[in-house]
């Protein structure tokens, strides 16, 4: 019965992957997906994460029965409290509802879902360019699409003014994506005094803001001030939506940890809330997973496991941060023509380089070099011996 169904494309980002791996090539090097490789070039369990995982194992107490709908309630609360502040308002008036979600992607879902059924306005806006599932998840959830300017090829920069712009003409009380730091693809987020503009606009035009928070912790090694544009957004009281992911800032990609909050009016709403978002995920899933949400929840909440997490993280953050510093400096050694400033200014752990899909084809057939085709590279896959093979095909895709 399926015999005139036509091949599906492979995934923009995780069809690289799927590409990389059937080429035998012993010099390849993967710069395509966002997950973090040590300076060997391999994968990494953090410590803390190992040492969780033991306490887990061991502790005889603990069952595999199911969560709850809404997850690990400790999970939950522990989420919110990470990227909201333990001193958030709205915490403190419970006017939060938070469900476990399977990793940023099924929180963004969720939240999708839960907007198409019960919010007044379908339209949900986001930055141009994105995570490439962005669209996919929200199309699926009923919601129409739009998208908003954000990045200036000519500054290699933020497009604010076009932003604003855009954000000015969408309807009153559009739902809008936001990144909440080092944005996908680009590295480049707004100042905190761009933010405030665009929360300004954003408030006086009753929109909804869907913060999308996959790299806590990543942009600046700091999670507090990693979270600043958020908090910005619940200190004035109004509402907004949280999609937050472990897999990066806890390497915890396979395990599928997330969480989705939604910071309500009052704590009998956000009651309400919780309620619908229940019938949303049991016909989805049913519950989410133990495991990874046992993992970050034992983490959080023992203070000096949270500590070493910060320490573990910050060292990631630094890694890339000077593979940045290395990789543009091995295109300044080569006079390789352009400004290539933008590759120590963009943060997160992609640079957004301005390549152009034909340059990125090259690099692949000639350099065994694998990025996605918008020119994005994952510079958490870069490292001392891989630095020097992408400067040069780098510099011959730009010369050729
Ligand atoms: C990425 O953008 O590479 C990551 O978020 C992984 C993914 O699922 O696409």
Redesign the pocket.
Known sequence: VFAGLAQAPEDP??GVTVAFNKDPSPNKVNL????YRTEEGKPLVLNVVRRAEQMLVNDPTRYKEYLPITGLADFNKLSAKLIFGADSPAIQENRVATVQCLSG?GSLRVGGEFLGRHYHERTIYIPQPT?G?HVKVFALSGLTVKTYRYYDPATRGLDLKGFLEDLSSAPTGAIVLLHACAH??TGVDPTIDEWEQIRQLMRSKSMLPFFDS?YQGFASGNLDKDAQSVRMFVADGGELLMAQSYAKNMGLYGERVGALSIVCGSADVAGRVESQLKLVTRPMISSPPLHGASIVATILKDSEMYHEWTVELKAMADRIISMRQQLFDALKARGTPGDWSHIIKQIGMFTFTGLTSEQVAFMRQEYHIYMTSDGRI?MAGLNAKNVNQLADAIHAAVTQ
């Open positions: 980002i995780l395509g997906v966002g997950a992607t995570w599932n996908n693809p996959a994952s």
